[in-house]
């Protein structure tokens, strides 16, 4: 019967360590979105920006233009982040596979247990 019980908890711990790393993905997702969003934002701010030049008679803008080169900037930030926020969720799976795996090293299991 100990066994079973043995058992049980290593399952459960598994199961628990599964759980989490499976909520931490899905908020990681959910902040990608997010950015992804706010990309869309962006792109939307410059060509309502484009078109009122438009309007007013330019026939041409700089990618220099102080607005578009701003908002170009706020892409790049979002998708730098979207990037970092991707790796982060690798290295979930990544940590999630060793743990489950029992492949940590020594220095990895004295960090969980402090």
Excluded: C
């Excluded at 908890?9 to 790393?21: A, S």
């Excluded at 030049?53 to 700089?62: A, C, D, V």
């Excluded at 706020?74 to 999630?96: A, G, H, P, S, W």
């Amino acid at each position: 019967m100990g066994n079973f019980w043995t058992g049980a908890r290593k399952t459960l711990k598994v199961l628990q360590g599964k759980t989490n790393t499976a909520i931490e993905s899905g908020k990681l997702h959910l902040e990608i979105n997010q950015l992804n969003g706010r990309i869309g934002g962006v792109y939307k701010e410059i060509g309502e920006y484009v078109n009122k030049k438009n309007e007013e008679g330019y026939r041409e803008l700089p990618l220099s233009d102080d607005f578009i080169s701003e908002k170009l900037n706020e892409v790049k930030y979002y998708k730098k982040k979207i990037e970092e926020l991707r790796l982060q969720n690798e290295d979930l799976f990544t940590n999630e596979k060793k743990s489950s795996s029992g492949t940590e090293s020594p220095n990895e299991e004295e960090a969980k247990a402090e």
